[in-house]
Structures are given as structure tokens and as C-alpha cells.
Nanobody, 128 residues
Framework: QVQLVESGGGLVQAGGSLRLSCAAS????????MGWFRQAPGKEREFVSF????????VYAGSVKGRFTISRDNAKNTVYLQMNSLKSEDTAIYYC?????????????????????WGQGTQVTVSS
């Protein structure tokens, strides 16, 4: 089975930055894409960003575009989420996900159901 382990969460003031990491137990080349989702208290899990493992193309949710950057280091089997200019609205548990199936386009990767494996999550809290 595949294991994904998130790290890097914590408490930060509004306007600050954090970098999340997601380490995979398999080579990232076994996945078509890896993504980040988040879930705030009382809300459903929502898409944040994904990256194509092979080509490196990226997609961002409108709420984080221009502030967050997703990247990957395939040699380290790791995906990152650099979060800048953090807002209180970014407070949530952040989850890493990996997709085995190679979908055309982006639509499948914008939903939780497009992914096969999930990490346990890391808490991000932004104070104001």
C-alpha cells in the first residue's frame, strides 16, 4: 500500500508563510498527479492545488492563486506547498493526495474522487 506523510504545518500570523511537505512511500513517477486539499472546521474538503508528476504543470484554486505554489522533487518522492501571504481563511487541515490513474485534462484532479491515496493531514492555523 501507498503511504503519504504530510509535515510542515503549524501556527503562523496573518501575512506569514509556511511550507508543507508530502513524502510518498513510492516513487512519485508511479502517480499521474499529486495534489493538496484542505478542510476547515464545519466545511467540506476543498481542492487547493495539484501538479502533474511528469510534466510539472499546475492548477490552483482561485482562493489561493498568486499566494500558494505547488512543486515537486521527484528524486525525493516529495511534493511541496509553499504558502505565502496567509490569511485566517486558510486555517484548515491540509491533506496530500496522489492519483494513480492518468486522466486527460484537469477536471478529475479538482475533486477528491480523482485521487487514490491520502495522507493523514497536517494542521495549519493562521492567527489575525
Amino acid at each position: 500500500q501507498v503511504q503519504l506523510v504530510e509535515s510542515g504545518g503549524g501556527l503562523v500570523q496573518a501575512g506569514g508563510s509556511l511550507r508543507l511537505s508530502c513524502a510518498a512511500s513510492e516513487h512519485t513517477f508511479t502517480f499521474s498527479a499529486m495534489g493538496w486539499f484542505r478542510q476547515a472546521p464545519g466545511k467540506e474538503r476543498e481542492f487547493v492545488s495539484f501538479i502533474r508528476v511528469s510534466g510539472g504543470s499546475t492548477v490552483y484554486a482561485g482562493s489561493v492563486k498568486g499566494r500558494f505554489t505547488i512543486s515537486r522533487d521527484n528524486a525525493k518522492n516529495t511534493v511541496y506547498l509553499q504558502m505565502n501571504s496567509l490569511k485566517s481563511e486558510d486555517t484548515a487541515i491540509y491533506y496530500c493526495a496522489a492519483a494513480r490513474r492518468d486522466y486527460s485534462g484537469s477536471s478529475a484532479y479538482l475533486t477528491s474522487y480523482g485521487y487514490d491515496y491520502w495522507g493523514q493531514g497536517t494542521q495549519v492555523t493562521v492567527s489575525s
